[in-house]
């Protein structure tokens, strides 16, 4: 028969659901408002005018009325645009600028081809000389010997080239180590112009102390240059990505650098560049999710902080916390009525058993835990979705983490119906009916029918394993894959507490599995220091996955 709704069930259901909102509040509270900033325009900002689906890396290029657009967005917010190439697009930004009375940086593009910094030198001294009072300054190559595209003396050639054909000053733009690494480049340039990027450097500096490491390597490379004016050629602070140290990505954190810097550089006199003006989703394919948000307003032109006043973290999440409630009832309405799902699957899709006032309690916090953790899943990888392959991969892992919590709340139904669970499924019959739904052999999908929840389970194992391996030996643009795997952490919790977790028939797949990521998750939080706390908190949730299989292989 159907359980009949404990009288406590409506109540126990308002609870979770006020916690749930309580949850998402706590995290995205209004801070950082006592931040003052000075009411001015902005000296300058980089300027890349591309949107969704546009990128220089494949050539496709914002239209003549999406840039006009975008500078007449700026131009009551700004002073000056940076421009990084003279040879992208079918536009002129300094003959738009003008008319929106803005001045440009104009960037030429220096890299390995030699063709092509060849045209682009003959253009950018052909719109300097166009331009004449727009174009303030030319900036003749940005991070060329970070990059290692050009020897140094190569690089000087071309400054000087541009030096001797335009009226305009001239100079060229790298990190601030790599000028004191190259000094030999400041005669050739008339400003010299660092990037300070407290985020990114060797030894990254936390939101507390960046803009006075900002202000003190300032004054350092100004006394390294004595007569030479110095320039911030790129400063700023990302809005998304993966923590380095104890810098840590975020809106509330962006907002807070970009108040106190700009109050320092109204202080000490700074000439300086933001980076930048819009989110660039194209950066995404070579720096990372964190790459692609450094803008002050997103990709879609909407601002992401206001000012003054209180910054929110994350402003959808009301949104998140109302999905988190919905799936929350849809996945215990999914539960009660059948005790009868067995291990991972409806046994004729007919209800058979009833659940006690207790039983109904649990099932209740089970499906609190497993929406928000859907919920939070959606909210982290959903606006990281910034290409075809992210968008397979991050479609296809939340609905995997959906079908699981579907089938962990058919098992927990079952367990607390007094149902007996046939035996668990081993990483090794999940791996032969992985390989069965990749040859679809039939008699390998049959053998698997039922225990999908321990499959899936393993094959989410296997996945944080090799995440964690690439996290491990090429982290630099990689996040931390905690959201990926919040459904599969509350399935290891929840079945331990009710005592389901399999402890024995463990063998060669689940040592491989579980070693691999417990070692590397291990290695890979001493790598990344103590200071980071996503590293620490996905070492954690990474440990909690491999337990259950190393568990089973312990008992073998």
Known sequence: MMSRPSAWLPAALAFLCAAIVLAWWLPNRPRAGDVAMADARFNAVSFAPFRAGQSPLTETFPSVAEVEADVARLSGRVRTLRTYAATDGGYDVAEIAGRHGLRVWQGIWLGADRARNAAEIARGIALAHAHPNTIARVVVGNEVLLRRDLPVDELIAAIDQVRAAVAQPVTYADVWEFWERFPEVAPHVDIVTIHLLPYWEDHPTGIADAVSHVSATYRRIAARFPGKPVAIGETGWPSRGRARA?????????????????????????????????????????????????????????????????????????????????????????????????????????????????????????????????????????????????????VGNLAAQTVLAVLLMGRAASLLAGETMPRART???????????????????????????????????????????????????????????????????????????????????????????AVAALAGAVQEGWLNRQSVAWAAGALMLAAPALLRCRRA
């Open 427 to 517: 990483g090794a019959d999940a791996t032969r009916a992985l390989r069965g739904v990749l040859r679809f052999t039939a008699a390998d999908l049959a053998r698997s029918r039922g225990g999908l929840l321990e499959d899936l389970s393993f094959l989410f194992l296997w996945t944080a394993a090799l995440l964690q391996l690439l996290l491990l030996f090429d982290p630099r643009y990689r996040d931390f894959p905690l959201p990926a795997f919040a459904v599969p952490l509350v399935a290891v919790a929840a079945r331990a507490l009710l005592a389901d977790l399999p402890t024995e028939g463990g063998g060669r797949a689940e040592a491989w599995a579980g070693g691999v990521l």
């Open 246 to 394: 104890d810098a840590v990505p975020g809106v509330v954190n962006q907002a807070v650098f970009l108040r106190q810097f700009i109050a320092a550089a109204a202080r000490e006199g700074f000439d300086y560049n933001l980076i930048e003006a819009f989110d660039q989703g194209w950066k995404y394919r070579n720096e990372g999710v964190v790459g692609a948000n450094w803008g002050l307003d997103t990709q879609a032109r909407a601002a992401k902080f206001p000012l003054a006043g209180g910054v929110v973290e994350n402003p959808r999440w009301p949104l998140s916390a109302f999905f988190s409630c919905l799936l929350t009832l849809a996945l215990l309405a999914l539960a009660l009525p059948t005790g009868s799902w067995g291990n991972g699957g409806w046994r004729n899709g007919l209800p058979r058993s009833s659940h006690s006032a207790g039983g109904q309690m649990r099932l209740a916090g089970l499906a609190a835990a497993l929406g928000t953790a859907l919920a939070f899943a959606e909210s982290a990888v959903g606006p990281d979705l910034l290409d075809a392959y992210s968008r397979i991969a991050g």
